[in-house]
């Protein structure tokens, strides 16, 4: 499935698409720039919220 299409995605794919480390990662998930879920003790990072992240930076 391509990743677009994608609901979520681990911390680690966040990563590895955007080029960013888990550190600044984090520091946008607290700053509210990306939204996540919980599910037990995984967080998931919603997808679009990390395109629409992207989009906007890039508009800039």
Known sequence: MPFAQRLTCTISEAC??????RTKLYELIGAGHLLTTTVGRRRLVMVRSLLSLLETNISR
């Open 16 to 21: 590895q698409v955007t080029g960013l480390g």
